[in-house]
């Protein structure tokens, strides 16, 4: 069965540094990969995925992330923090074989910036 | 404006009483999916739809039901069953299994 884990519940980053939010996941054949991001009350918003192709992904407001098939992780980074980023930040994975049609979602990491 | 709406946005619900939540696209998405949200929890799936009058149940799908009479609704009824409901409940299209999801805004459920 296909999973995904964000190990960390909250990061703290100061703005203008970089960060990393970090997903691994396990599925049984190929995955499709994406991060979604989360303000309070609102729905998730789409940030940038992988379904093929370059390992490394280039999404909305300066995310991107790096597909690492060997580590089994899609972890998101930025190479300089603003205040806008805090959010909650979810990882998500389908599984191509997995006939359902499910995608699962990480439990989310609570992003911080600090001015 | 293409998009996914939800109404709606707050939902105050007595104990022992069935509750509707309504989800509409205008994307032309064929599959639609309902999802649980509590804190520390992330997303957990309800029901989901890949074509109209077909659905499954997702990992949490106890206390609730779905109908998919139109290609651009999908509305989650939250029965009595459910003890526990008090969560906020997400809708989402996706066009097919290459594509993201989009996502509705929301709507908050709570029981009194």
């Known amino acids: 069965a296909q999973s995904v884990a964000q190990p960390e519940d909250q990061v703290n980053v100061a703005e203008g540094n970089p960060l990393t939010v970090k997903c691994t996941y396990s599925v049984s054949g190929n995955p499709y990969l994406f991060w979604y991001v989360q303000y309070p009350n609102r729905g998730l918003q789409f940030l940038l995925k992988?379904?093929?192709?370059?390992?490394l992904v280039k999404g909305s407001y300066g995310f991107e992330a790096e597909f690492n098939k060997s580590q089994t992780s899609f972890h998101l980074k930025k190479p300089s923090a603003l205040v806008s980023d805090s959010a909650l930040y979810f990882c998500a994975v389908r599984d191509l074989v997995d006939r359902d049609d499910k995608i699962i979602f990480g439990k989310g990491t609570r992003l911080h910036i600090l001015p | 404006d293409g998009g996914i709406t939800q109404s709606p946005k707050y939902l105050f619900r007595k104990e022992g009483q069935n509750v509707t939540l309504s989800c509409e696209q205008n994307?032309?998405?064929?599959?639609m999916y309902w999802y649980r949200q509590d804190p520390g929890q992330g997303l957990r799936l309800i029901y989901y739809?890949?074509?109209?009058?077909?659905?499954q149940k997702g990992d949490i799908a106890e206390g609730y039901s779905v109908s998919r009479e139109k290609k651009e609704s999908f509305p989650l009824t939250v029965t009595s069953a459910q003890k526990n409901p008090t969560a906020f409940y997400l809708c989402?299209?996706?066009?097919?299994?290459?594509?993201?999801?989009?996502f509705g805004p929301g709507t908050r459920l709570t029981v009194l």
């Open positions: 739809s890949q074509i109209v009058n077909d659905f």
């Open positions: 989402a299209s996706t066009l097919d299994r290459a594509h993201e999801q989009f």
């Open positions: 992988y379904i093929t192709g370059d390992n």
């Open positions: 994307l032309n998405h064929d599959a």
